[in-house]
């Protein structure tokens, strides 16, 4: 028995130190000219759901949730965010060329027919960030526009 409160206490001790370790948020009060939304004049209803549904993984952008204060949770959002930015950054959109943007716009309705995106972790948390069958269809039809149109 006294082993087991020895051990709650070692990781009580190591969760509350945990805490005071600081993570890069990533968080801008400034939308770039190079923003997807602003370079493209994305129509207001898709405008609405790429950013409750996207944004917050592939932006400068993030908004957090209250939850984002604890550790560990901190480092596994940060993770997502980085892993996000890497893949896709709608904050920079415009500084790719045409060729990589027609690739990402393909990978968009890839990642969208196949319900890769977002993360049904994300939609845990997140349930305004799920696609309903409407919302599918008219991005995947305007991003196939705006494809066409490199």
């Known amino acids: 028995m006294k082993i087991v409160k020895i051990i ?3 990781a009580l001790v190591v969760f509350v130190g945990i805490q005071f370790i ?3 948020r990533n968080q801008s009060n400034v939308v770039p000219i190079t923003d ?4 493209n004049n994305v129509p207001n209803v898709i405008k609405n759901k790429l950013q409750v549904s996207c944004y917050d993984c592939h932006s400068n952008n993030t908004v ?29 959109w415009d500084i790719l060329s ?8 393909r990978s968009i ?12 972790s994300y939609i845990w948390i997140h349930e305004k960030a799920k696609f309903s069958k409407e919302d599918k269809t008219t991005i995947i ?6 494809k066409d149109s490199l």
Request: aromatic share 12%; no cysteine; hydrophobic share 40%.
């Open 98 to 105: 045409n060729r990589r943007k027609g690739s990402k716009l």
């Open 22 to 24: 600081s993570t890069e």
């Open 64 to 92: 957090y949730p209250w939850y984002n204060k604890i550790q560990p949770v901190t480092w596994f959002l940060e993770k997502h965010v980085k892993e996000g930015k890497a893949e896709l950054n709608f904050s920079e």
């Open 141 to 146: 039809k305007w991003i196939s526009q705006l």
């Open 36 to 39: 997807f939304m602003l370079v």
């Open 8 to 10: 709650a206490i070692i």
């Open 109 to 120: 309705i890839k990642q969208l027919e196949s319900n890769k995106m977002p993360l049904e």
